[in-house]
């Protein structure tokens, strides 16, 4: 078997990957691919849907842009067609609520030294939280 090459950019690129998942749970979480729909709408519009801080949301709005994610033209953004299709409630293919599951388990990875530590786990099991973790398990 061929080792695989061990460059620092491809360490950092792992280290530094969480920005993407965190930017894409918080965008689920907040329903923003439902918002945008299938038309173009404006921050503030967003924002007011929404019922978040503008300039917070155009931030969030810019990073799924660069992700690739949504486009924008103008102030104004759009799902693309897959985001549509996969990342917004309107859809029949939605994956939202996986991934809202997948953001329920980054607080336990990321303690994943403490628990290699001490032999235990670092979270309650996920049948005994909140109605919202149950629905997204």
Known sequence: MEETQIT?????????????????????KLDIFTVLGKTKVSVEEAAKKIGCDTIALDKLLNALTAMGLITKSGSNFSNTSGSYEYLSTQSPKYIGYMIKHHHHLVEGFSKLDTSV????????????????QRESF
């Open 8 to 28: 620092p950019g491809k360490l950092l690129g792992i280290s530094g990957s969480y920005w993407q998942a965190c930017t894409l749970h918080a965008s689920v």
């Open 117 to 132: 530590m001490t032999g235990k786990p670092v979270r309650g099991r996920a049948s005994f939280t909140d109605e919202v």
